[in-house]
T-cell receptor, first 114, second 117 residues
Framework: AQSVSQHNHHVILSEAASLELGCNYS??????LFWYVQYPGQHLQLLLK??????LVKGIKGFEAEFIKSKFSFNLRKPSVQWSDTAEYFC????????????FGKGTRLSVIA | DGGITQSPKYLFRKEGQNVTLSCEQN?????MYWYRQDPGQGLRLIYY???????QKGDIAEGYSVSREKKESFPLTVTSAQKNPTAFYLC????????????????FGQGTRLTVV
């Protein structure tokens, strides 16, 4: 079965610091990868996704992620965080073929302090 | 505008009672999902349905039941057999690209917070 590991449970950063959240998955076949964000009191929103092509994908609000196939990783990055980035971030994976559901990691809570 | 509607937003249930959570989508998506979110546990799959009148168990289906009689609707019943039902429940849907769901993202509703009192 697929699984997704997010290494950090809670990350605290000051505004303008750089962010990198780790995500590793355990499926050996071709996968699609996603990062979702859940702002306080809001529903899950898609930040970015990787299906194929350029392994460096750019998403909304200045976020990007890099797919490294050899490391089974899809880490999320942002060069300079803002207080408004305070949220919970979820990595998810699904198989490229077939109709399997998205499998989510346990999430990383990001707190950005002024 | 298109989206997923979950109702109610907050729900209180007495122990021993069944309760049904509503999920409706107008995105014309084939697949619908129910996830449970607990602090520090991420999202865990309860049930999913890829087509009307068909559904499959997810990782934590015990104590839950679903139906998919219409494409737009995928209600979740939390039964009295669910030992720890207090949680945040999220419904999602996903469309197809060609024959597969794999190349598409999931869209989520606002969630229902269920509390057993």
């Amino acid at each position: 079965a697929q699984s997704v590991s997010q290494h950090n449970h809670h990350v605290i950063l000051s505004e303008a610091a750089s962010l990198e959240l780790g995500c590793n998955y355990s499926y050996g076949g071709t996968v699609n990868l996603f990062w979702y964000v859940q702002y306080p009191g809001q529903h899950l929103q898609l930040l970015l996704k990787y299906f194929s092509g350029d392994p460096l994908v750019k998403g909304i609000k200045g976020f990007e992620a890099e797919f490294i196939k050899s490391k089974f990783s899809f880490n999320l990055r942002k060069p300079s965080v803002q207080w408004s980035d305070t949220a919970e971030y979820f990595c998810a994976v699904s198989r490229n073929s077939g109709n399997t559901p998205l499998v989510f990691g346990k999430g990383t809570r990001l707190s950005v302090i002024a | 505008d298109g989206g997923i509607t979950q109702s109610p937003k907050y729900l209180f249930r007495k122990e021993g009672q069944n309760v049904t959570l509503s999920c409706e989508q107008n995105l014309n998506h084939d697949a619908m999902y129910w996830y449970r979110q607990d602090p520090g546990q991420g999202l865990r799959l309860i049930y999913y349905s890829q087509i009307v009148n068909d559904f499959q168990k997810g990782d934590i289906a015990e104590g839950y039941s679903v139906s998919r009689e219409k494409k737009e609707s995928f209600p979740l019943t939390v039964t009295s057999a669910q030992k720890n039902p207090t949680a945040f429940y999220l419904c999602a849907s996903r469309g197809r690209q060609g024959s597969y769901l794999g190349n598409t993202e999931a869209f989520f509703g606002q969630g229902t917070r269920l509390t057993v009192v």
